[in-house]
T-cell receptor
Framework: AQKITQTQPGMFVQEKEAVTLDCTYD???????LFWYKQPSSGEMIFLIY??????QNATEGRYSLNFQKARKSANLVISASQLGDSAMYFCAMKVQGGSEKLVFGKGTKLTVNP | GAVVSQHPSRVICKSGTSVKIECRSL??????MFWYRQFPKQSLMLMAT?????????EQGVEKDKFLINHASLTLSTLTVTSAHPEDSSFYIC?????????FGDGTRLSIL
């Protein structure tokens, strides 16, 4: 069975600093995709970044980058130059290729950016 | 980018009422939509996968007769919570997949009194 583990219930970072949110995953399938979503207090889920299991390079999207270490089964999210608006819950999720492509989510990390 | 609209955003109703939540993909066709439930300070739990033109696939432990799902078109899926009780109070959120990642609606906060 697929599983996502986020070990940091909460993280604090100073504005303009970088922060890394941890995510490890477990799957026996060779083909999978990893996602990060942001959920502000208003509740909507905002897609941030995607990494495919066969992608050779780490994904980057603006201030977001994904530190993908396949051998360690980790897919940590790095947010550079944190902004106050980055304060939110962050969820790591995994999609297994084939079938319905449903997502399995981690428990999330609450990020607080301090001024 | 892809937009998913979910309606209503908030529902407060009496115990025993049935509540319908709509999920629409506005600018793409979605053969598959997903319904999630999220309790306060917890993660999203997949309830069911909604397939256009066929029966939904429910996750283990989710009551099919309690949570009715209809996916009548490529842009609309509905979740009906039948005879809702206080324990059904939760945040329900749908997602749809076109080309690329799943895109989520804004969610529905359901409060059963």
């Amino acid at each position: 069975a697929q599983k996502i583990t986020q070990t940091q219930p909460g993280m604090f970072v100073q504005e303009k600093e970088a922060v890394t949110l941890d995510c490890t995953y477990d799957t026996s399938d060779p083909s999978y995709g990893l996602f990060w979503y942001k959920q502000p207090s208003s509740g909507e889920m905002i897609f941030l970044i995607y990494q495919g299991s066969y992608d050779q390079q780490n994904a980057t999207e603006g201030r977001y980058s994904l530190n993908f270490q396949k051998a360690r089964k980790s897919a940590n999210l790095v947010i550079s130059a944190s902004q106050l608006g980055d304060s939110a819950m962050y969820f790591c999720a995994m999609k297994v290729q084939g079938g319905s492509e449903k997502l399995v989510f981690g428990k999330g990390t609450k990020l607080t950016v301090n001024p | 980018g892809a937009v998913v609209s979910q309606h209503p955003s908030r529902v407060i109703c009496k115990s025993g009422t049935s509540v319908k939540i709509e999920c629409r993909s506005l600018d793409f066709q979605a053969t598959t939509m997903f319904w999630y439930r999220q309790f306060p300070k917890q993660s999203l739990m997949l309830m069911a996968t909604s397939n256009e033109g066929s029966k939904a696939t429910y996750e283990q432990g989710v009551e099919k007769d309690k949570f009715l799902i209809n996916h009548a078109s490529l842009t609309l899926s509905t979740l009906t919570v039948t005879s809702a009780h206080p324990e059904d109070s939760s945040f329900y959120i749908c997602s749809a997949r076109g080309v690329g990642p799943q895109h989520f609606g804004d969610g529905t906060r359901l409060s059963i009194l």
